[in-house]
């Protein structure tokens, strides 16, 4: 059975520093992986999409890894702004688009 | 292009009471996944439709039920509500399973 674990739970950086969020994964046989972004109350954005064939994507300030066969994957966020305080959730897809998510990480950006 | 509505967007019922959601896909997309997230927790994935047939299920009781429809839009339907059933509620579609695209989500109250 698939568990996906995101750690730190929560985290609190000034604005400006670069950081990384950590996502694992149990079982390294997925079809892709996605990092998501959840503001208070509201629905998730997509951010990045890996496919099982990829090792990194990026998309501006946002670079996400992913190694299979340790079951890990990463999301780098470069020169972090207050607008990036959201919840970050790392899901894997391994049966055909049924999600299996993280509990995520709670990010908090500070001026 | 428009993307994932749900609706409504948010509801308050009593234990014992029936609810309908309703979720409108992205243009294009054939498929269409419900997952609920309890407060503080990643979303569970309940099920999925893929072309109008049910195409996988999460660990939920069979009060959830869910119908899609030939326009691809879907609803998810909760018979004999508990209290443990508040939640928010997520639907998401894709294109033949593949990147899923949320939507706003529905905020459930049972009282």
């Not at chain 1, 890996?50 to 990194?56: A, N, V």
């Not at chain 1, 894997?92 to 709670?106: A, R, S, Y």
């Not at chain 2, 049910?54 to 069979?62: H, I, L, Q, T, V």
Request: net charge negative; glycine share 10%.
């Amino acid at each position: 059975k698939q568990e996906v674990t995101q750690i730190p739970a929560a985290l609190s950086v000034p604005e400006g520093e670069n950081l990384v969020l950590n996502c694992s994964f149990t079982d390294s046989a997925i079809y892709n992986l996605q990092w998501f972004r959840q503001d208070p109350g509201k629905g998730l954005t997509s951010l990045l999409l890996i496919q099982s064939s990829q090792r990194e994507q990026t998309s501006g300030r946002l670079n996400a890894s992913l190694d299979k066969s340790s079951g890990r994957s990463t999301l780098y966020i470069a020169a972090s702004q207050p607008g990036d305080s959201a919840t970050y959730l790392c899901a894997v897809d391994n049966q055909g688009g049924k999600l299996i998510f993280g509990q995520g990480t709670e990010l908090s950006v500070k001026p | 292009e428009t993307g994932v509505t749900q609706s409504p967007t948010h509801l308050i019922k009593t234990r014992g009471q029936q609810v309908t959601l309703r979720c409108s896909s992205q243009s294009g997309h054939n498929t269409v996944s419900w997952y609920q997230q309890a407060l503080g927790q990643g979303p569970q994935f309940i099920f999925q439709y893929y072309r109008e047939e049910e195409n996988g299920r999460g660990n939920f009781p069979p009060r959830f039920s869910g119908l899609q429809f030939p326009n691809y839009s879907s609803e998810l339907n909760v018979n004999a509500l508990e209290l443990d059933d508040s939640a928010l509620y997520l639907c998401a579609s894709s294109l033949d399973r593949l990147e899923q695209y949320f939507g706003p989500g529905t905020r459930l109250t049972v009282t």
